[in-house]
């Protein structure tokens, strides 16, 4: 009987968005659960979002590894940009109240 991989090493990252630090982290479930998922934290914790990719169609293909890997990467920086680009605002605020919204300033006279 062939030995279960262990699940890939996951990625984690704190990001400051209007004012609050804000969680990333990905991890892989491994073969038996073969998912990817993402989760998105505020503050104390508190998840606000979360995505879960299934890659059961990859098992045991001879390129399992590196392309779980890159789906991992790709998950984890979508909801990177995601929440840089504003998109999560209205579920932070939700949370959280207010945002901290950061002046730009006009260079026009």
Do not use: C
């Amino acid at each position: 009987m062939p030995k279960t991989p262990p699940p890939m090493p996951g990625f984690n990252n704190n990001v400051r968005h209007h004012g609050r630090v804000f969680h990333i982290q990905t991890e892989d479930s491994g073969t038996k659960r073969p998912h990817i998922i993402t989760h998105l934290f505020g503050d104390g914790g508190r998840i606000l979002r979360s995505i879960r990719t299934d890659y059961s169609e990859h098992v045991g293909t001879p390129d399992m590894t590196a392309t779980v890997k890159r789906m991992m990467k790709e998950q984890h920086k979508a909801i990177f940009v995601s929440l840089r680009a504003g998109e999560l605002d209205a579920v932070i605020e939700a949370a959280f109240g207010p945002l901290l919204r950061q002046r730009t300033h006009d260079t026009r006279e």
